[in-house]
């Protein structure tokens, strides 16, 4: 899988911007705040429909313009694919894809798969579970459409419980319709997350030993708040702190992500060195896996990492680069990194234009 061409019609700095990527290694050179991250971002939105940022639609406008297009030509093993999405400030939206309007967004999901490596990801360990929740949730929303159809229906749940429960003196009777809904489609994201994890576990486990020289064991975590067994009881055990407090407090929107280390909670007894590592672990199983499912490479997405990276791990970031199309962005060449790297396509970026 990747990307031929990629355009953009006033995408943040971007006024017009019509490249045609390599399939190997494209690197994208710039100063900063110059669009490097913003064409990232592009193709982020055209892989899982929304920015990674959390912004609304119509910020990803520029700002003197009324309208954006984002699009994409993709090849993937057996067929070309066309993507466009198309945004305006009176909160449009469209999305086509191969020129048909599609009306769901789980039918774009999945077409393009990606893997993302952000400077953030670094501080996966210091963010809060939120992160974590959503980071986890877009990767298995790729793999597995029905998944992201219940998480999205199961966080709409959420949120309209939480609105009666701001109403005190609410029942049990009034909630037991919510209840039912929440449960079927909460056992469904907890089961899901739990088989993800053991998925990449079975991948993560070698991969991080290989970086380690051996030394090291990972073990990736699923703390689910709740288990699919339990519930309906924790629910009713929770009633009256739930009307108390006016908001929902069993159920996976609560769950977090861990690891370990040969034994030891990385997030406390890390270094920060294992915790580099452990995520560099995390993003090449999810290459691996990805493959495994769909029987097609990802397209790796670097948002200036390496100068973040030592030269271990440094190297072993640029083996996985060779294996799939890769959009690179960096602020400086760095002839000694550049020179290891078969690199396919070298653009200059500056103030959203390709120079």
């Given at each position: 899988?990747?990307?031929?061409?990629?355009?953009?019609?006033?995408?943040?700095?971007?006024?017009?911007?019509?490249?045609?990527?390599?399939?190997?290694?494209?690197?994208?050179?710039?100063?900063?705040?110059?669009?490097?991250?913003?064409?990232?971002?592009?193709?982020?939105?055209?892989?899982?429909?929304?920015?990674?940022?959390?912004?609304?639609?119509?910020?990803?406008?520029?700002?003197?313009?009324?309208?954006?297009?984002?699009?994409?030509?993709?090849?993937?093993?057996?067929?070309?694919?066309?993507?466009?999405?198309?945004?305006?400030?009176?909160?449009?939206?469209?999305?086509?894809?191969?020129?048909?309007?599609?009306?769901?967004?789980?039918?774009?999901?999945?077409?393009?798969?990606?893997?993302?490596?952000?400077?953030?990801?670094?501080?996966?360990?210091?963010?809060?579970?939120?992160?974590?929740?959503?980071?986890?949730?877009?990767?298995?929303?790729?793999?597995?459409?029905?998944?992201?159809?219940?998480?999205?229906?199961?966080?709409?749940?959420?949120?309209?419980?939480?609105?009666?429960?701001?109403?005190?003196?609410?029942?049990?009777?009034?909630?037991?319709?919510?209840?039912?809904?929440?449960?079927?489609?909460?056992?469904?994201?907890?089961?899901?997350?739990?088989?993800?994890?053991?998925?990449?576990?079975?991948?993560?486990?070698?991969?991080?030993?290989?970086?380690?020289?051996?030394?090291?064991?990972?073990?990736?975590?699923?703390?689910?708040?709740?288990?699919?067994?339990?519930?309906?009881?924790?629910?009713?055990?929770?009633?009256?702190?739930?009307?108390?407090?006016?908001?929902?407090?069993?159920?996976?929107?609560?769950?977090?992500y861990s690891f370990k280390v040969n034994n030891k909670d990385l997030k406390r007894y890390g270094s920060?060195g294992q915790q580099r590592t452990a995520i560099l672990s995390l993003k090449f199983a999810e290459i691996?896996?990805?493959?495994?499912?769909?029987?097609?490479?990802?397209?790796?997405?670097?948002?200036?990492?390496?100068?973040?990276?030592?030269?271990?791990?440094?190297?072993?970031?640029?083996?996985?680069?060779?294996?799939?199309?890769?959009?690179?962005?960096?602020?400086?060449?760095?002839?000694?990194?550049?020179?290891?790297?078969?690199?396919?396509?070298?653009?200059?970026?500056?103030?959203?234009?390709?120079?």
């Open positions: 899988m990747y990307i031929n061409n990629l355009k953009l019609e006033n995408f943040r700095n971007y006024n017009l911007l019509d490249i045609d990527l390599d399939k190997g290694l494209n690197i994208f050179i710039g100063n900063n705040a110059q669009g490097k991250t913003n064409l990232l971002e592009s193709i982020y939105i055209l892989a899982i429909g929304k920015s990674y940022k959390e912004h609304k639609d119509m910020e990803l406008i520029n700002w003197d313009k009324e309208d954006l297009y984002i699009k994409t030509i993709l090849t993937k093993k057996y067929r070309e694919e066309h993507i466009n999405i198309y945004i305006n400030k009176n909160k449009k939206k469209t999305i086509s894809i191969n020129e048909l309007y599609i009306n769901k967004l789980i039918k774009l999901i999945g077409i393009i798969n990606i893997v993302i490596f952000t400077p953030d990801d670094l501080l996966f360990f210091k963010n809060g579970p939120d992160v974590r929740r959503q980071y986890f949730d877009a990767q298995i929303s790729q793999i597995d459409r029905v998944y992201f159809e219940n998480i999205q229906k199961y966080y709409k749940i959420v949120k309209q419980r939480n609105n009666i429960l701001k109403n005190k003196n609410v029942s049990r009777e009034t909630l037991c319709v919510w209840d039912h809904q929440l449960m079927q489609y909460g056992k469904e994201v907890i089961r899901k997350r739990s088989e993800y994890v053991k998925e990449l576990q079975n991948i993560i486990f070698e991969i991080h030993k290989s970086l380690t020289s051996n030394k090291e064991d990972i073990e990736l975590i699923y703390n689910n708040n709740v288990s699919e067994q339990d519930f309906e009881k924790e629910l009713e055990n929770s009633l009256e702190l739930e009307k108390k407090y006016g908001y929902t407090m069993v159920g996976p929107h609560k769950d977090d920060q691996e896996l990805i493959k495994n499912i769909t029987g097609e490479n990802p397209i790796l997405l670097l948002d200036d990492v390496l100068s973040e990276l030592d030269n271990q791990r440094q190297k072993h970031l640029i083996k996985y680069i060779q294996k799939v199309q890769t959009i690179l962005t960096t602020t400086e060449f760095d002839e000694n990194i550049m020179k290891e790297l078969n690199i396919g396509k070298i653009f200059n970026i500056k103030e959203g234009k390709i120079v």
